[in-house]
């Protein structure tokens, strides 16, 4: 029996996913510099960062949703995690591998 091999966009939504968790975490550290300790700048520029991996996490899921026909149910769930505490790893390993 042999199992399909991931096409590119899947390997790549994959580790997206998994960058996209790691900066939500490291946001989460700088919010507490920010309002903890009175740092803002690393906030500022981990917030951009985590921004755009954001934006490129949904990306991805749109381009799984219309182009390769994945169910809206699970492109919402992938969605979703995005907002949760190690919610894209959770994707990540439950509905990308």
Known sequence: ???ATPSKA???FR???IAEGFS???LLV???LKYGLDMPEPNKLVG???GFLFLIYCFYIAYFLFEEKWKFGKCL???LTAFLPFGTFWAER???R
Do not use: E, N, P, S
């Open 30 to 32: 700088t919010m507490y």
């Open 48 to 50: 951009y960062i985590h």
């Open 94 to 96: 439950k509905y990308l």
């Open 24 to 26: 939500w975490l490291a």
């Open 15 to 17: 580790i997206m996913a």
């Open 77 to 79: 769930v992938l969605f």
């Open 10 to 12: 899947l390997k790549q």
């Open 1 to 3: 029996m042999t199992t």
